[in-house]
Nanobody, 114 residues
Framework: QVQLVESGGGLVQAGGSLRLSCAAS????????MAWYRQVPGKQRELVAD???????GYVDSVKGRFTISRDKAKNTMSLQMNSLKPEDTAVYYC????????WGQGTQVTVSS
């Protein structure tokens, strides 16, 4: 059974920074990709950034130049460095892992005050 545990969320003022981390544990034969999604109440979950097994990264336009996704394959961890945060970045952020199955973390709240 694979478990994903996120950490690093919190409250920050606009313009500030946060770093989210996701630790994967359990039996993971081969990870195809990992990603960060976010969701606000009443809206669909949105892909924020992803990273493939080859290290290729992608970002939603609204975070390009501000967020950086990274992954430590040896430790099965993934991070999201979020800089120049804006109130519209406020959401619950979820860790996502695609292997033979899809796995989600429990989510971590990020709140950006204006």
């Amino acid at each position: 059974q694979v478990q994903l545990v996120e950490s690093g969320g919190g409250l920050v003022q606009a313009g500030g920074s946060l770093r989210l981390s996701c630790a994967a544990s359990g039996s993971i034969a081969s990870i195809n990709a990992m990603a960060w999604y976010r969701q606000v109440p009443g809206k669909q979950r949105e892909l924020v950034a992803d990273i493939t097994s080859g290290g290729h990264t992608g970002y939603v336009d609204s975070v390009k130049g501000r967020f950086t996704i990274s992954r430590d394959k040896a430790k099965n961890t993934m991070s999201l460095q979020m800089n120049s945060l804006k109130p519209e970045d406020t959401a619950v952020y979820y860790c996502y892992l695609a292997a033979a199955s899809i796995y989600w973390g429990q989510g971590t709240q990020v709140t950006v005050s204006s």
